[in-house]
């Protein structure tokens, strides 16, 4: 039975998107439509990359934390506060982060010259090697990933998902407007 029911269905999601169309079909279940794939999807990515970088002895936040110094440019070097404003690294964690990565070799810890106080985190010859080696193989794994679309599809899906983050995002003050409304 399971495997009839599985070969009628196209994907999980418009099995469950029917499940609940037959169970409680006043519901409107088009969200799911999106975000629940966009969910698997990202449980699918975040598998692949992570099992990428394991290969490289690396956690995806270690990774985050070579590209952040990477992408700073020459001499490669942020402070933790820098760090954890980049986007992708929390502050919570960046000074275990470091710690791992200056234990690899991949990172020093440097004082400014000029203010004691501020302390950088700079790759290291071999943290810049790792860093150009590993992301190079990551662009080629998500290229790998994306295979199922035309460049055309690729542009599209990255503005809707631009569209949709701020969606997401401008959602938190939906509430808060219907009350100051209502």
Same mark, same amino acid.
């Given at each position: 039975?399971?495997q009839g029911?599985a070969a009628?269905?196209?994907?999980?999601?418009? &099995?469950?998107?029917?499940?609940?169309?037959r169970?409680?079909p006043?519901?409107d279940?088009?969200?799911?439509?999106?975000?629940?794939?966009?969910h698997r999807?990202?449980?699918?990515?975040?598998?692949?990359?992570t099992?990428?970088?394991?290969e490289h002895?690396?956690?995806?936040?270690?990774?985050d934390v070579?590209?952040? $110094?990477?992408?700073a &440019?020459?001499?490669?070097?942020?402070?933790?506060?820098?760090?954890a404003d980049s &986007?992708l690294? !929390?502050?919570?964690g960046?000074?275990?982060?470091?710690? +791992?990565?200056?234990?690899?070799?991949?990172?020093?810890?440097e004082?400014?010259?000029g203010?004691r106080?501020? @302390?950088y985190?700079?790759l290291?010859?071999?943290? $810049?090697a790792k860093?150009?080696? @590993?992301?190079a193989?990551?662009?080629?794994?998500?290229?790998?990933m994306?295979?199922g679309?035309?460049?055309?599809e +690729?542009?599209?899906? &990255?503005?809707?998902? !631009?569209?949709?983050e701020r969606?997401?995002?401008d959602s938190d003050d939906i509430p808060a407007?219907?009350?100051?409304t209502?």
């Open positions: 039975m399971a029911r009628k269905r196209p994907d999980a999601v418009a &099995g469950i998107v029917e499940d609940w169309a169970e409680r006043e519901l279940t088009s969200p799911l439509e999106v975000l629940a794939r966009l999807s990202y449980l699918q990515y975040q598998s692949r990359m099992s990428r970088l394991d002895g690396l956690s995806v936040a270690g990774f070579l590209t952040a $110094l990477r992408r &440019g020459a001499p490669y070097r942020l402070t933790a506060g820098q760090l &986007g690294i !929390s502050s919570a960046v000074t275990l982060r470091l710690d +791992r990565l200056e234990k690899d070799g991949l990172l020093v810890r004082r400014d010259a203010d106080r501020v @302390v985190s700079r290291t010859e071999a943290g $810049l860093v150009d080696e @590993v992301f193989e990551h662009l080629e794994n998500e290229r790998r994306l295979d679309l035309s460049p055309a +690729r542009r599209q899906l &990255g503005r809707l998902l !631009s569209k949709l969606s997401i995002v407007q219907r009350a100051e209502g």
